[in-house]
Every structure is written in C-alpha cells, then in structure tokens.
Nanobody, 124 residues
C-alpha cells in the first residue's frame, strides 16, 4: 500500500511558476513509476507527465513540454513537478499517481495509487 500526498498548489499569475511535490509513504517507492494528471472543471482527467522508477527519461504531454519538469528523489520518497511559464489553461486539480508499470504510462488505469490532488489556479 502506498499513500500519496500532494502539496505546492496555489494561485499564480500567468507566466509564473509553481513547484508541486508528491510525498509517498509505504514501501518500495523506487519500484513505482510516478505520474501526474490534472483535471479542470467540466473536463476529463488529462495526463501531464510521468517518470520511470529510476528517474530516467521523464515523459510529458505536448501541452506542457518545455515548461514543466518532472523529477524524483527516491531517497526522500518524493516526486517534484516544476511548472514554469504557467498559462490560464493549466488551471486544474493536479494529482500524482503511482503504478507498477515498466514504462512512463500516460493511462490512468496503469496507476494503482492516487493522491487527493492539489489545486492550481493560473490567473490571466
């Protein structure tokens, strides 16, 4: 069992930055692929980024590529999503997820554990 707790969300102006964190408790954090998804009001959940167990080759949605950076610290059981050049369309609840996939999956069904989410609001 893995518990995930996100933090770092908030209100920011367009062009600003936020750093989201996802702290995991439980065993074998390093054995999980970690992903971030987001859901805006009235929209379906959307893949944002994922990172493999070793932290190599993070994978990003086209909408955030070049602006967001995903990293993990297995010693701290934490993943970080650095979000730069934020846009109003980035406004959503951001949730992290953990899964035992062997690759950086973009599909929610590949993830077994989910956090409660943290709200990000980008004002224009």
């Amino acid at each position: 069992q893995v518990q995930l707790v996100e933090s770092g969300g908030g209100l920011v102006q367009a062009g600003g930055s936020l750093r989201l964190s996802c702290a995991a408790s439980g065993r074998a954090f390093s054995s999980y692929t970690m992903g971030w998804f987001r859901q805006a009001p009235g929209k379906e959940r959307e893949f944002v980024a994922a990172i493999s167990r070793t932290g190599s080759s993070p994978y990003y949605a086209d909408s955030v590529k070049g602006r967001f950076t995903l990293s993990r610290d297995n010693a701290k059981n934490t993943v970080y999503l650095q979000m730069n050049s934020l846009k109003p369309e980035d406004t959503a609840v951001y949730s992290c997820a953990a899964g035992r996939t062997y690759y950086s999956s973009t599909y929610p069904y590949d993830y077994d554990y989910w956090g409660q989410g943290t709200q990000v609001i980008v004002s224009s």
